[in-house]
């Protein structure tokens, strides 16, 4: 017994000193058919928005199961496109979670709407259809949910609640490439979804977004919007929409072309990796794993993502993360804070003035409360995405330093580092 404690003692050590040593995949991933497709675009002389665009937008709109496609140049703007695409009016309010990035909030405050934050859940870090609909008021016009780290929000519920109310859907995508609900993909659940291509994203053309929808007129809508608010078939200098440019480039175009047939290998092997860290980390006292819903069929991993009970743990998050870095593993606390305790939501010079002429008083955001969201914000830990495509056995490295670095007091007391939680 003693000698099998010693031999596993002395592997546990000497994966620990792998996983220190060895370097975790760089990202992006790319090769020579980026480098021929980059090159061809650049030969042709053909450099604009066009047949490449057209192209990427028809094939990632089948893979994501929806029918249109309309480019932008970020996730962002694809937001912000899609919002003023659906008609929103400067003061109707747009109904999102706090646990996200700011863009999909500046989105709606762009757009001179008011965006109101509902609660998450804890097993998908996804809106609370609960409280989305305690949160509607006779101003409400849009659900925007997250699929945040690849998880999808609760569709079945928020799209009852919509048909309820008779409010739109605008999925915030960002984050959930190849994920789906009940076999259907994200993006082509709600009225539209926006997607992220930013330089971290599972599929990347350094910036670029696109928005999908089923619903043609919507498509042209947004389109109008991307490209200085020329409408379909409408003269060059004829704008009858307010849009502006925010178009792709034929390179963005070509170089997601030759990136979506990586993604569905890509995507499996993050899945296979994450199954690893699932077994192993579940066993681990202290860290509270996330139950998912099992009505996603799929999940795309933006982010592998965990929870842990401090008070199990004998120490907080930050001590945490730090032992778990000198142990070689790249994780991260994500968003330490909800959208509305930024201080762009906080200050008096931030949005609310500028939108109280719509609303008839300031918005004040230091009133939201969303527990749920708060806690998360405190110990959530996580892991990006390329960290997923790493060989298996890297996995079990992660999961050997996670029991390494929650054992209690003895090894942190000789390793000379403290064990108490701060306040
Ligand atoms: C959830 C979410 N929404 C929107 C965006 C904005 O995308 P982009 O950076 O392409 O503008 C991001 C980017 O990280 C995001 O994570």
């Known amino acids: 017994m003693a000698a099998r404690r010693s031999r596993d003692k ?39 928005n066009g047949s490449k665009c057209r192209e990427f937008e028809e094939k990632f709109a089948t893979f994501q199961g929806a029918k249109y496609g309309v480019v932008a140049n970020s996730g962002s703007m694809a937001l912000l496109a899609a919002l003023l695409g659906m008609g929103i009016q400067a003061g109707d309010e747009v109904i999102l979670p706090p646990y996200t990035f700011m863009a999909s909030a500046s989105a709606v405050v762009m757009a001179n709407a008011i965006p109101v934050f509902a609660d998450i859940l804890p097993d998908t870090l996804c809106i609370d259809p609960d409280d989305v609909e305690r949160k509607i008021t006779p101003r409400t016009k849009i659900i925007m949910p997250v699929h945040l780290a690849g998880y999808v929000a609760d569709m ?14 605008l999925e915030d995508a960002c984050h959930s490439w190849g994920s789906r609900w009940k076999r259907k993909g994200t993006g082509a659940l709600g009225d539209c979804g926006a997607f992220s291509f930013q330089f971290s994203k599972n599929i990347t053309s350094a910036e670029g ?12 809508a947004i389109r109008a919007r991307t490209n200085c608010g020329r409408t379909k078939n409408s003269a060059w200098y004829q704008h009858d929409v307010l849009g502006t440019n925010w178009r792709l480039t ?8 030759a990136q979506l047939p990586r993604l569905e290998k890509q995507t499996l092997t993050r899945q296979s990796n994450a199954k690893i860290l699932d077994k192993g980390l579940s066993k681990i006292p202290g860290i509270v794993m996330l139950k998912g819903d099992k009505r996603m069929t799929r999940r795309g991993y933006h982010l592998y993502c965990f929870r842990i009970d401090e008070a199990k ?9 730090q032992l778990l870095r000198a142990e070689g593993v790249p994780a991260s606390e994500g968003y330490a804070l909800p959208l509305y305790q930024y201080g762009f939501f906080k200050s008096s010079r931030g949005m609310t003035p500028s939108l109280a002429p719509f609303v008839a008083q300031h918005v004040d955001y230091s009133r939201v409360s969303c527990p749920v969201c708060e806690q998360v914000c405190r110990d959530t830990v996580w892991l990006g995405q390329s960290i997923l495509l790493a060989a298996p056995a890297r996995m079990r490295q992660i999961v050997e330093a996670v029991v390494k670095v929650s054992k209690p007091t003895q090894w942190r007391e000789t390793q000379g580092m403290g064990n108490r939680v701060k306040g």
């Open 156 to 169: 079945d519920r928020l799209s009852a609640i919509a048909k309820k109310y008779k409010l739109m859907i």
């Open 10 to 48: 002395a592997a546990s050590s000497k994966s620990a000193a792998i996983a220190r040593k060895s370097a975790w995949p760089a990202w992006p991933i790319h090769g020579a058919v980026e480098r021929k497709a980059l090159l061809e675009v650049l030969e042709s002389g053909k450099w604009w």
């Open 209 to 220: 977004g696109i928005v999908l929808t089923d619903d043609e007129k919507l498509a042209d």
């Open 313 to 321: 743990l004998g120490m907080n998050r930050q001590l945490f993360l």
């Open 250 to 257: 034929e390179f963005q175009a070509a170089l997601l072309l």
